[in-house]
């Protein structure tokens, strides 16, 4: 097991939704419901006497239907692909940086690590641009092991596989870019999230 990222391509319509109504996140992903809070007080949960329940609301759904293939994970490589992006293993405000910073987050909510981001099509349109330009030979000039394994960087096992590393975050790096591409052409954003 472990903690990876994974994302999903959605339209601007989709995610303004989300940021509205955080708790559609669930559904999108399969999650199970989240539990409806108790009625009533304690008082009158201790001793079995509830408010009478309101008729159920309509199920809220997202305005715009997923598409086939819109998803896709880097696994484990995610804080190993922001290092070579941006040259440290923490939060920055570099838009190289989306994996584990800025874009819209959906608050309240927690989808197994913290709740996911969001990024309209405008922004991943910038990501896409700032890492269209990137190939192999330069991100395998900011690879170091070494210090990557001393800043913590996850999964701390870079200076044990050397370049079988490498070629691990680059594999997810080209899929990365495969789903952002895909965003760009189709002008969606981007739901970044941990499990």
């Known amino acids: 097991m472990g903690i990876c990222c994974a994302f999903i391509r959605l339209s601007d319509r989709n995610i303004e939704t989300l940021v509205r109504q955080p708790d559609l996140v669930y559904p999108l992903l ?7 809070p108790p009625s009533g007080g304690f008082l009158a949960r201790l001793f079995g006497r509830t408010q009478p329940a309101s008729p159920p609301a309509a199920p809220l759904t997202l305005p715009d239907a997923r598409e086939d293939d819109d998803e896709g ?4 490589a995610w804080q190993a692909i922001h290092y070579l992006l941006t040259g440290t293993a923490d939060e920055t405000d570099n838009v190289l940086g989306f994996l584990i910073s800025g874009g819209l987050t959906l608050a309240g909510t927690d989808v197994g690590y913290g ?3 969001a990024y309209p099509s405008d922004q991943v349109a910038a990501i896409f641009a700032a890492l269209n330009g990137l190939d192999r030979a330069t991100l395998y000039q900011r690879y170091q092991p070494k210090a990557m394994d001393q800043q913590g960087v996850y999964p701390k ?3 044990r596989d050397g370049d079988r590393g490498f070629d691990y975050i680059w594999h997810h790096f080209e899929r990365l870019r495969a789903v952002l591409a895909e965003a ?3 002008n969606q954003g981007l739901l970044v999230y941990y499990t």
């Open 30 to 36: 399969d999650f199970p419901e989240v539990p409806p």
């Open 73 to 76: 994970d880097v696994d484990k």
């Open 115 to 117: 709740p996911p981001r």
């Open 157 to 159: 096992i870079w200076a």
């Open 184 to 186: 760009r052409r189709r």
